[in-house]
């Protein structure tokens, strides 16, 4: 599915987002894998458990105390070279 594409849903609703793509497909396709290719972290994961993860930390984060309308930052070590 592409970002604004047409889901023939209620109102034929678009997506609007990178994540409302993503939360549709794995509902179209759950056991749809997203593969990383990279030489130092390799990764594999099916498309439902990855909504599942998210929707857990979005959990433990409301329960700290964040909204929506926080706002928040992940940093990543960088990669060796």
């Known amino acids: 599915m592409m970002l604004g594409e047409d889901r023939g849903g209620a109102g034929g609703a678009k997506s ?3 994540i409302d793509a993503f939360i549709a497909g794995a509902a179209d396709y759950p056991d749809a894998s997203l593969v990383v290719a990279s030489e130092t972290r390799p990764a594999e994961a099916r498309l439902a458990e990855i ?11 409301r329960a700290l105390g964040e909204s929506s309308a926080s706002r928040l930052a992940r940093t990543a070590p960088a990669a060796k070279s």
């Open 16 to 18: 609007g987002t990178l």
């Open 51 to 61: 909504v599942a993860q998210g929707r857990g930390i979005g959990d433990e984060l």
